[in-house]
């Protein structure tokens, strides 16, 4: 059994009807999660996640807590495994996730505070003035220099436009205003990116304009119990583990209004951690497609379906 692993958690995009249902029949640990996301919301959210309506489990502050929830119950199976991983990270709202699995935050706590989180992100910024844009194909320091062109062109501090994700060393998220996201998009594609498109969601999450939001939530996270974590966890903005709850909480603060620095927290569980073997814990795929135009050098795996789930941890 390998003792270089890393476990990566999913965020926001990962949502789907039908989410953890099959983990749930197959597992009494991940079924028993589910219970106890509903009775610490007051709601079932277990029903939302496994039938829906997709509509009101796409809501930012639903989305939140049942992504998180999906993620514990998959880890809760995961630790059955017995593996020992050397370094742990998640990806915006999945550093919850990987707090919650490695015992720095009580999982009755993260739902709260994800629950709040979502409602707070959503609410900082009017639905259609924000947006959020997707720009592959050309590096991160390429998509910066658009970012202030775009931004010198507005002539305005109002028009904010900023790295939200650097999610893979051809794939880097922007977000702020709409029309200067628009802006940027079209000046990518005149710059040589392969694709830059828009993406449909109802916030610029990780941008200044997250600003509003960052600073409701610290005094909730300022009241919340956060213990140091049993293994190192990669906080997004820092791209760095944090060494002390003090560190998670702030950096959980943070996170909010800054970029998710996802190359760099890969890295350093490569380069510093000794990771060999990334194992997404989460439902999706999107980090092991994300981490494979990282680093081919290690191997990149998602966790299978129930039916074949604990064979595959055995085996790595």
Known sequence: MSQNIAFVFPGQG?????????????????????EEADDALGFELSRLCWEGPEEELQLTANTQPAILTCSVAMARVV??????PVAMAGH??????????SGALDFATAL?????????MQEAVPVGVGAMAAIMGIDAEAVAGVVVTVSDKSGSAEEVCAVANLNSPQQTVIAGHRATV???VALAKERGARIAKMLPVSAPFHSPLMRPAREALEPLLAEAEIRSPAVPVV????AAPVASGEEARDALGRQVDGPVRWVESVRWMIDEAGAETFLEVGFGKVLTGLGKRIERGVRWAALPEPAAALEFLAGL
């Open 235 to 238: 906080s997004n903005i820092d």
């Open 79 to 84: 630790a059955t495994a017995g593996l020992d």
């Open 92 to 101: 915006s709202l999945g550093e919850y996730s990987a707090l919650v699995t």
């Open 14 to 34: 990962s949502q789907k009807v039908g989410m953890g249902r099959d983990w749930a029949e197959a597992f009494d640990a991940a079924r028993a999660v589910f």
């Open 112 to 120: 709260g505070l994800v629950r709040r989180r979502g409602e707070l």
């Open 182 to 184: 628009e802006s940027a």
